[in-house]
């Protein structure tokens, strides 16, 4: 029989639990401050914008959550997601590698972040909040929000980083056909956005001043609240079922675990969420997969950024988080990745990468969109800028493998689709593009 290109799972095959990296670590991750007393933050500190049903979770040290059946019942819309041999791309690259990816494009909105939107939506509407605010980069979380949002019957204010409000218009217009209200950050809206635009003038903006925006619009209306998209522990257990999928899709492949990971980091909810998965394996002893965060040049947080407790905003509204972090006053450039634009790291990957459990590179722009579109006449799947700088980490590698001659098993995380990127990749082939 003909070896299969790609491998689904039935729907009852999606997993029952999320997995919380946090009852695994062989040191425990350092606890968020409150941004007064410098003291551990506690659970009722986070009430004002989360409802208790994250707090627990963002709190909790339980391997295993389990996942409420509406939102398995949601999932089905596009869980699983499939897992590709990507036997084109072997051959366009001359490799010995064997490279696998797994898929997160054929969500609704076309990213992974569906995969926490509509459980932050969920426990939001069981303790009946009813409005929802968010800042997005390059509108994939806005837009996975907005989805989830219209489901429970809730509306959504998002901040959208002000380049990609200008460059990316179809995000926008795919937030609205959802419902949501979309503003672009820094706006006259909030304090906040005020003080910003007069401190950084024609600032580009950043996820860091939509998130103050956005903050600040739960915090004073008690019937809000704030969602996040990346960085937070509950995001990131949320995410952990690509992870968990992937590991059963590998199996049917009749693989073991592989050798190599590669996945685009940002804030980090989709590297945690691929990664943590197979990092639990390599902790437990059965395996030693090598796990590579893809970062932009544009905000390298983990290879130039310092480890340290900083604000998750710029404008010092949030909990103080022990990451490694360029600042919170740090606006990177304006390139297309704009998913991948924030000053910090999500702490949990920050933690694992201070204690040497994963590696981490940064990805020029030119590089990114240059293996974004060898993968795209390769598969046929135009990847999500962010996703491009994953690309290109593994396709260094399977060249590396090619001149060793070694068959590596190498395994991408694809986090979403480029249609909506396609402005860029105009760019990127008139040669037009340039590096931060």
Known sequence: MAEPTKVFLDEEEIPTHWYNIVADFPTPPPPPLHPGTQEPLQPDDLAALFPMGLIAQEASAERWIEIPERVREIYKLWRPTPLHRARRLEEALGTTARIYYKYEGESPVGSHKTNSAVPQAYYNALEGRMRLTTETGAGQWGSALAFATQIFGQSCDVWQVRNTYETKPYRRVLMETFGATVTPSPSDKTEAGRALRERFPDTPGSLGMAISEAVEAAAGDPGASYALGSVLNHVTLHQSIIGLEAIKQLEKFGEQLPDELYACAGGGSNLAGIAFPFLRENIEGRANVAITACEPAAAPSLTQGEYRYDFGDTSGMTPLLKMYTLGNDFVPDPVHAGGLRYH?????????????????????????????????????????????????????????????????????????????????????????????
Do not use: W
Not at 357 to 376: E, N, P
Not at 409 to 418: A, K, N
Not at 419 to 429: I, N, R, S, T
């Open 344 to 436: 910090g790291m999500a702490p949990l990957v920050s933690h694992a990468y201070h204690e040497g459990l994963l590696s981490a590179m940064a990805i020029k722009q030119l590089d990114a969109f240059a293996a974004g579109v060898l993968f795209a006449r390769a598969e046929g799947i135009v990847p999500a800028s962010e996703s491009c700088h994953a690309i290109a980490g593994a396709v260094a590698a399977a060249r590396r493998a090619a001149e060793a001659g070694t068959s590596p098993v190498i395994l991408i995380g694809v986090s979403g689709s480029g249609q909506l990127d396609l402005p860029a990749y105009a760019e990127y082939l008139a040669g037009n593009m340039m590096d931060a």
